[in-house]
């Protein structure tokens, strides 16, 4: 029996994720915890980190603004790995929200 990688052949995501090192804050039903951003589109991320989530479970994080303000993002787990982190798509953002990741993502570009 042979098996395939769901992850191979065409590009399954709306929005290209783009590779980042942010520093965040994750929180769900057991506290807030510290992660960093590996990857980001405007529909979700990966936040590295050794925190305890199940698939499904939703968890907010907070992006950085700058001068110490923060944004809350909502999110579903959408696949965990147990030790290295999850990945969230993020659940009814606004567009102000949409916006600042945007900004977010274009300010690691420009940065390479």
């Known amino acids: 029996m042979s098996l395939t990688d769901r992850r191979s052949g065409s590009e399954r995501r709306a929005f290209p994720r783009t590779e980042v090192t942010i520093e965040v804050e994750w929180e769900n039903l057991s506290g807030r915890h510290a992660g ?4 980001l589109s405007e529909t979700g991320c990966f936040v590295l980190c050794s925190g305890d989530v199940s ?3 939703v968890v907010k994080v907070f992006l950085p603004l700058g001068e110490g303000m923060k944004v809350q993002m909502l999110g579903e787990v959408r696949n965990h790995l147990l030790e290295v982190g999850f990945a969230l798509e993020f ?3 606004t567009e102000a929200q949409i916006n600042i990741v945007k900004s977010l993502i274009e300010g690691q570009t420009t940065q390479a």
């Open 55 to 57: 698939d499904g479970d």
């Open 36 to 39: 960093t951003l590996s990857d």
């Open 91 to 93: 659940v009814a953002p």
